[in-house]
């Protein structure tokens, strides 16, 4: 016996705004990538403490702007996209060469390929409200060379 599951428009909907944002991502297209949020929604890098560090509109356009200035070549591939209420969940490989110092850590041409999680979380309209992306830091920091 075959099961299947059936997926809800609005989990579709939410999967495919998250798509969008990793296919502007690779195109290091900011503009794209923000139109996509609500610019006062929370914005966590989770390894960096227990509590959001600000907003999206803000510190997430400076956050992204720095990863694509640091790392001109930055990719990523989607490992894996899960519906759970209102959050969608990313499980996606992160890669890039670094050309410029970046949040501490002094260039020395090396490339980076770490997986990270992204979870997003949607309102009602489908708008992303809030961000919070998870990575092994500390492995992150030594394939830099830091």
């Given at each position: ?8 428009l ?34 966590w890098?989770?390894?960096?403490g ?49 050309t ?10 090396l ?5 990270h ?26 394939q830099?060379?830091?």
């Open positions: 016996m075959k099961t299947t599951q059936i997926e809800s609005t989990d579709l909907t939410r999967k495919g705004t998250s798509i969008e944002f990793f296919s502007a991502y690779q195109e290091r297209d900011i503009e794209r990538m923000m139109a996509l949020f609500d610019p006062n929604g929370e914005f890098l989770m390894p960096l227990p509590d959001p560090q600000g907003t999206i509109g803000e510190l997430g356009r400076n956050f992204w702007t720095g990863v694509i200035g640091a790392f001109p070549d930055i990719d990523n591939t989607v490992d894996k996209v899960t519906a759970d209420g209102d959050k969608i969940i990313c499980n996606v490989a992160l890669f890039g060469t670094q410029a110092d970046f949040a501490g850590i002094t260039s020395k041409g490339r980076f390929n770490s997986d999680i992204f979870i997003f979380r949607f309102n009602e309209d489908d708008r992303i409200t809030a961000v919070a992306i998870d990575w092994d830091h500390a492995s992150f920091q030594h830099l060379g830091a």
